[in-house]
């Protein structure tokens, strides 16, 4: 299985972080990463995600299935190319509290599928660009929010 890992510590509440997470029609205000995302953030819920690619001009569009939902610690989703089994991945966000006070945002993707051994080293690294930006920017949202400012 390809997995694609990053992270961030985020100086913000775990219920904070997890409330931009899955706001997901506001992912256009402050995501360079997914530019649209819409649907409700509940198990089995279908939704929509236009991510932008770095380094491209190309806009995809994902009708991924939301697989995990448990409140300020994970939500995932899961979508593929053509048909189930071909080239799948899953998308997960996991919130971890530090005892410091902030949280660990990890932010990851599993790849699998019969084509998954053969996804692109440039799309595998231009996803991880993508999710490295949109990490940053979620840590810039959280702690501007999480100082009242």
């Known amino acids: 299985m390809r997995k694609i890992h ?6 913000a509440s775990a219920g904070l972080v997890w409330s931009i997470l899955t706001d997901l029609d ?3 205000q402050w995501n360079p990463f997914i530019l649209e995302s819409a ?3 509940a198990f089995g819920a279908r ?13 995809l569009t994902f009708h991924p299935k939301v697989t995990r ?4 610690k994970i939500f995932a989703w899961k979508g593929g190319v053509l048909f189930p089994g071909l080239a799948d991945g899953e998308h997960i966000f996991e919130i971890h509290p530090q005892p410091g006070g902030g949280v660990l945002h990890v932010h990851r993707q599993e790849f699998s599928g019969l084509l998954s051994p053969f996804i692109p080293k440039t799309v595998m690294e231009r996803t991880k660009t993508g999710f490295e930006m949109m ?11 999480g100082a009242g400012i």
């Open 6 to 11: 990053t992270e961030i510590v985020i100086n």
């Open 26 to 28: 506001g992912y256009g």
């Open 39 to 41: 649907g409700r953030p």
């Open 47 to 59: 939704l929509t995600c236009r991510p932008r690619m770095p380094g491209t001009k190309r806009i």
């Open 69 to 72: 939902c448990t409140p300020q």
């Open 135 to 145: 990490n940053k920017a979620l840590k810039v949202k959280a702690e501007k929010e």
